[in-house]
């Protein structure tokens, strides 16, 4: 089990205050010196929160793993070739979501995204798609020659009472199909110290 830190929202505070800090390449840092294993960030279409300095930095810094989230539009791909990040999970974006609110669909754009993925693995670059807890989303990323997948843990991390153990299940489903069929597997999403340890005992994670 692996741990990596996404840092998108300290960028979230310094776009808002529209001044330098807190700076989300120092806030990678810290992380890291504390033991995180990578770094994830998304720089969106809009640029609302990760700018393409802090990428570009980051790329120097962080020398375990950099993961880039991204949309899979010909500007990131292009941007993710130039930087390189030691992998890419493709994530569904919306103008007016605070946060992305759930995974690609995958069946409805399995073309683009098996296409998107081709130009990543033409440069080496290894990629994850970012998916709900289905297991027809599972079957359909593998076709689409994503590496991993890491599964959309909002509904679990956001639910209260029963729903908890029944969206837990859910996940704990969805990471032994996508091991099943060689994918390697991430989950995320809305984890904070206290949800994380049911993410964190599913055997199969990567």
Do not use: C, W
Not at 67 to 78: F, G, I, P, Y
Request: charge should be negative; proline fraction near 3%.
């Amino acid at each position: 089990m692996i741990l990596g830190v996404n840092v998108d929202h300290i960028a979230t505070i310094r776009q808002a205050r529209l001044g330098v800090e807190p700076d989300p390449v120092a806030a990678a840092v810290l992380a890291l010196l504390a033991g995180a294993d990578g770094i994830t960030i998304h720089l969106r279409e809009d640029r609302r929160h990760i700018q393409d300095r802090d990428l570009r930095l980051m790329r120097e810094i962080v020398t375990n793993e950099l993961n880039l989230e991204m949309a899979a539009t010909d500007e990131m791909v292009r941007v993710a070739l130039d930087v390189r990040p030691d992998l890419v999970t493709l994530v569904p974006e919306k103008r007016m979501e605070l946060t992305t609110e759930g995974g690609l669909d995958v069946t409805g754009q399995k073309k683009h995204i098996k296409r998107t993925a081709a130009k990543l693995h033409d440069s080496g670059i290894p990629v994850s798609l970012f998916i709900n807890p289905d297991i027809s989303d599972i079957s359909i990323s593998k076709e689409t020659g994503a590496d991993m997948v890491e599964i959309h843990t909002g509904l679990y991390a956001n639910s209260k009472g029963a729903k908890v153990n029944e969206e837990l299940h859910r996940v704990m489903e969805a990471v032994k199909s996508a091991r099943g069929l060689g994918l390697l597997v991430n989950a995320g999403h809305g984890l904070n110290y206290v949800n994380v340890t049911g993410i964190a005992a599913i055997e199969g994670g990567d």
